[in-house]
């Protein structure tokens, strides 16, 4: 009886699910409608910014509210001192200077700031070459024994670079995971809030000529509120007090661009300092470089050249790029090494590229078909031990790693009915 029930069983089906991702396309998205990071993205994926992307409007209004008080009200008080072409050129330049730091601004904030590719799933001990450790705490869970950290070379001093369990990936040097943005940067810098974006290699360099023509900016605007200010103590013979109260905007610009000035120019030192030493921000707060320790430092003069003219390298994503299968689908295993599959599991990751599900290998399929055969030998050759009326449980169990490759592909319900089998006879 037995022998008819398993050999009338019929071969394992694909379930629906898998069925649409292994044989059909799917529909078309791109990359950026799956990204896994906490990026926004605009224009169709052509703008990419970080999740606090709002403040960009709150920078821009701090920017342009002095500027338009500055052309309205205190360019007036200058038309009795200089010229009226000198006074259009003074506002023209005013105006022309806030654009061009603006453009900055969505320069620095809307471009790819140097992610790093996320892995599809962890990389093999064996490719990295590097050594098994037990302490991994993805090693109990059946994770790939990777090291926490690895040693690499940079310009003759070892350099340790840590694994992300984020992304799956050894960090190049100098690359920090952003816990705003949710991704690997390179070079990382820090996370501005006033741009709403990471502080990368591909758009540091623009991040400082931002934050530098924002202090020439400021100083500009102080400079002629001040001009206003003496126009106006000479046009009606008052003392400083007077004269605030007459271009009381006037005040308020010096008052506002005093402050910021030493903020913003704050920040232009202290970038400056970092970039003549080949230091990031994150670098300098946590290791504490010195000129011998520095790994990175090519000169003061090699410095300056690496930042500004050296060539912006191309970003490593193409947001744009068509993949295939759902959203839930692609990147669905870029998760955190400790819930990554056991090696001993057939490998069914997803490819970031075409997004289709790679098809489980024929041997697979032929491993757990044999595992099942011979239990099922086993109970029509008599050798399963006897149970008693009290004992209902079958004394053997499939594997965990064979029941979650076949709930996978929609087999449990047959290892169910025969466990049920078992039970009864």
Known sequence: MQGKMYSASRPPKLSDSNRRIIESDGPTLRVYQVWKGSNRFCLGGRLIFGPD???????????????????????????????????????????????????????????????????????????????????????????????????????????????????????????SHCSICNNCVDRFDHHCPWVGQCIGKRNYRFFFMFVSSTTMLCLYVFAFCWVSIKVTMNTYHCNLWKAFLKSPVSGVLILYTFITAWFVGGLTAFHLYLICSNQTTYENFRYRYNAKMNPYN?????????????????????????VKGDSSSVFANSTPLRHARSPEMPKTSFDIETGKRRAVADEDFEDIQSQIDSVGGLERCGTEPRRTHRDHKPNWEITPDVRMLAAEFGMQHGFEGRQKINGVL
């Not at 821009?60 to 001192?81: D, G, H, K, M, Y």
């Not at 900055?104 to 098994?132: A, K, V, W, Y």
């Open 53 to 175: 992307s709002r403040s960009i409007f709150v920078t821009v209004a701090l920017i342009v509210t002095p500027v338009i008080l500055f052309c309205a009200f205190v360019s007036q008080r200058l038309i009795n001192e200089f010229h009226h072409r000198m006074v259009n050129l003074i506002v023209a330049t005013c105006i022309v200077f806030a654009s061009y730091v603006i453009f900055l601004l969505f320069l620095t904030s809307g471009r790819d700031p140097g992610i790093i590719p996320r892995n599809p799933h962890p990389p093999e001990p064996e490719d990295d070459g590097s050594n098994m450790s037990a302490d991994w705490p993805g090693s109990q869970l059946g994770a790939p024994n990777l090291p926490l950290t690895k040693d690499v070379v940079v310009n003759g001093i070892v350099v340790k670079v840590k694994y992300c369990q984020t992304c799956m990936l050894y960090r190049p040097p100098r690359c």
């Open 298 to 322: 090519l000169g003061c003069l090699g410095n300056i050249m690496e930042v500004f003219f050296s060539k912006i390298p191309s970003s490593k994503n193409n947001f744009r790029e068509k």
